[in-house]
């Protein structure tokens, strides 16, 4: 039958996306299967990995270098992706349009009047720890920390500040759009279908319906479910048929993702951490202070909410505590007169106590979960490879 395939992949970014395409780099078949009608509506990818939450590390901060990133994202990228290394001419770019990983410092600060922020002296503890890591730290007080902090507004608040060189964010939708069309141009167009519905298995293989039709198909080794929380009815329910204990996230963190207009050109090598907010110089590209209208990235962590409430809208999560915490930012601490907001979205992304993969079928074919497969785009890509290498040992 035409949809035989040796390995079928289920999910809605880019995870499936990367395994999809080592597999067929490695002469792999694969079937594609999507229940959105389109990828990325989900939008379960971040920029950059917020470093809000859990212990800060060595580990953390390494896995969030620029070599870290290129490591896992050149590889199967069909093209160029640019680096930019902290300063902001673009000379010797081979493709200024191409995903960029850029190179920025991150910024802990800490105030004595906040019980948001994390305590001085767990980042004192961090110093010490980097140093070891030769990740070469940096103190700060008063008015040296706030001059670094993207957006800021010279005033006298009294903080400190712990500051680390060289970590990354990237270009995610230029990453994840072309290896969508990539991916899209190398699959037959039968084998890459969205709006999956009805997804069970029957022996040696699977069925579904797709635009009102029930098709099936036959997989040769086995299927791997990326589990993100737009699967998680199904995967939750599957399990339950297959009397299957399931291996569950701690929960799932509601992210608002703001734009608002800068009243102060933001400096591009900066990411500062304020509360539950990361703050960084919005741009495509590298970054550069001469943008005609400079804009300002917030990240703001919301609640953290249980399995059964992420089918909820998720424009529910936005409150008052929201405003509340921009009003914290942009007036108290960034000491703007006024402030636009350009655009909001939200996200739902999972949080794992580790990545085991488990299965949620007693028999052939084999059905992978594979969980941490959003969140920051370098990690997603990280366990999407991860999740293939099984796969091709084999081949």
Same mark, same amino acid.
């Given at each position: 039958?035409?949809?035989?395939?040796?390995?079928? *992949?289920?999910?809605?970014?880019?995870?499936?996306? =990367?395994?999809?395409?080592?597999? *067929?780099?490695?002469?792999?078949?694969?079937?594609?299967?999507? /229940?959105?009608?389109?990828?990325?509506?989900?939008?379960?990818?971040? $920029?950059?990995? /917020?470093?809000?939450?859990?212990? +800060? !590390?060595?580990?953390?901060?390494?896995?969030?270098? $620029?070599?870290?990133?290129?490591?896992?994202?050149? #590889?199967?990228?069909?093209?160029?992706?640019?680096?930019?290394?902290?300063?902001?001419?673009?000379?010797?770019?081979?493709? #200024?349009?191409?995903?960029? @990983?850029?190179?920025?410092?991150?910024?802990?600060?800490? !105030?004595?009047?906040?019980?948001?922020?994390?305590?001085?002296?767990?980042?004192?503890?961090?110093?010490?720890?980097?140093?070891?890591?030769?990740?070469?730290?940096?103190?700060?007080?008063?008015? @040296?920390?706030?001059?670094?902090?993207?957006?800021?507004?010279?005033?006298? +608040?009294?903080?400190?500040?712990?500051? @680390?060189?060289?970590?990354?964010?990237?270009?995610?939708?230029?990453?994840?759009?072309?290896?969508?069309?990539?991916?899209?141009?190398?699959? /037959?167009?039968?084998?890459?279908?969205?709006?999956?519905?009805?997804?069970?298995?029957? $022996?040696?293989?699977?069925?579904?319906?797709?635009?009102?039709?029930?098709?099936?198909?036959?997989?040769?080794?086995?299927?791997?479910?990326? %589990?993100?929380?737009?699967?998680?009815?199904? &995967?939750?329910?599957? =399990?339950?048929?297959?009397?299957?204990?399931?291996?569950?996230?701690?929960?799932?963190?509601?992210?608002?993702?703001?734009?608002?207009?800068?009243?102060?050109?933001?400096? #591009?090598?900066?990411?500062?951490?304020?509360?539950?907010?990361?703050?960084?110089?919005?741009?495509?590209?590298?970054?550069?202070?001469?943008?005609?209208?400079?804009?300002?990235? &917030?990240?703001?962590?919301? #609640?953290?909410?249980?399995?059964?409430?992420?089918?909820?809208?998720?424009?529910?999560?936005?409150?008052?505590?929201?405003?509340?915490?921009?009003?914290?930012?942009?007036?108290?601490?960034?000491? %703007?007169? !006024?402030?636009?907001?350009?655009?909001?979205?939200?996200? *739902? *992304?999972?949080?794992?106590?580790?990545?085991?993969?488990?299965?949620?079928?007693?028999?052939?074919?084999?059905?992978?979960?594979? /969980? =941490?497969?959003?969140?920051?785009?370098?990690?997603?890509?990280?366990?999407?490879?991860?999740?293939?290498?099984?796969?091709?040992?084999?081949?």
């Amino acid at each position: 039958m035409p949809l035989d395939s040796d390995v079928a *992949i289920l999910g809605t970014g880019v995870a499936s996306l =990367a395994a999809a395409n080592l597999l *067929i780099s490695q002469g792999i078949s694969v079937l594609l299967l999507n /229940p959105d009608r389109d990828f990325f509506l989900e939008d379960s990818e971040l $920029p950059l990995d /917020p470093l809000i939450y859990g212990k +800060l !590390s060595a580990q953390k901060i390494l896995r969030n270098s $620029p070599e870290n990133a290129l490591k896992f994202l050149r #590889p199967d990228f069909p093209g160029a992706i640019e680096y930019w290394s902290g300063t902001t001419p673009m000379d010797g770019y081979h493709d #200024p349009s191409a995903p960029h @990983v850029r190179q920025r410092g991150r910024l802990w600060i800490s !105030s004595a009047n906040s019980s948001v922020q994390r305590p001085w002296e767990a980042l004192e503890d961090f110093y010490v720890e980097a140093s070891d890591a030769d990740l070469h730290p940096q103190l700060f007080d008063d008015w @040296v920390t706030i001059q670094r902090f993207p957006g800021c507004s010279s005033h006298s +608040l009294h903080m400190k500040g712990l500051f @680390v060189p060289k970590l990354c964010d990237v270009d995610t939708v230029r990453y994840r759009n072309g290896l969508l069309e990539f991916v899209r141009e190398r699959l /037959p167009e039968e084998k890459f279908i969205n709006g999956v519905t009805q997804l069970e298995w029957m $022996p040696e293989g699977i069925r579904f319906h797709s635009d009102g039709t029930l098709k099936t198909a036959k997989l040769r080794k086995k299927m791997l479910a990326f %589990w993100t929380p737009r699967l998680t009815p199904w &995967i939750l329910y599957q =399990a339950k048929t297959a009397e299957i204990k399931p291996k569950l996230p701690i929960g799932a963190r509601l992210w608002e993702d703001w734009l608002l207009n800068s009243r102060e050109a933001p400096d #591009p090598q900066t990411i500062g951490t304020f509360n539950n907010m990361i703050v960084w110089a919005h741009s495509e590209g590298a970054p550069s202070k001469d943008s005609p209208t400079p804009l300002l990235a &917030i990240l703001r962590a919301g #609640p953290l909410i249980q399995l059964e409430e992420i089918h909820l809208p998720k424009s529910g999560g936005i409150s008052s505590d929201s405003f509340k915490s921009l009003s914290d930012l942009c007036h108290g601490f960034l000491k %703007w007169e !006024s402030f636009s907001i350009r655009s909001l979205k939200t996200r *739902i *992304i999972f949080e794992w106590d580790d990545e085991v993969k488990w299965l949620l079928s007693k028999s052939e074919p084999l059905i992978e979960v594979i /969980p =941490a497969c959003d969140g920051p785009l370098v990690d997603v890509v990280r366990v999407a490879r991860s999740a293939c290498e099984p796969i091709l040992m084999e081949a």
